[in-house]
């Protein structure tokens, strides 16, 4: 199990990366997948996009394409 917010990143071939991370109260899973060549980064249900974003900064992305696979209200 991840921390709450750590990010687990590994090559998933083809130069595409998969970053997993877990988080709020709920520990809920995360999942993005980034193509540095096209600048490409999907992220599907992503908790907190605060996070996301400035995680993503500081490797020099942004997010480009968010999947909601289903809400919390």
Do not use: C, K
Request: aromatic share 10%; net charge negative.
């Amino acid at each position: 199990m991840l921390a709450n917010g750590e990010f687990d990143i590994r090559d998933g071939g083809n130069g595409i990366e998969v970053w997993v991370t877990q988080m709020g109260e709920y520990m809920n899973m995360n999942t993005g997948w980034i193509d540095r060549a096209s600048g490409t980064v999907a992220i599907i249900d992503p908790f907190d996009s605060t996070r996301w974003v400035e995680a993503l900064a500081a490797e020099g992305l942004r997010p480009t394409h968010l999947l909601y696979t289903h809400t919390h209200r």
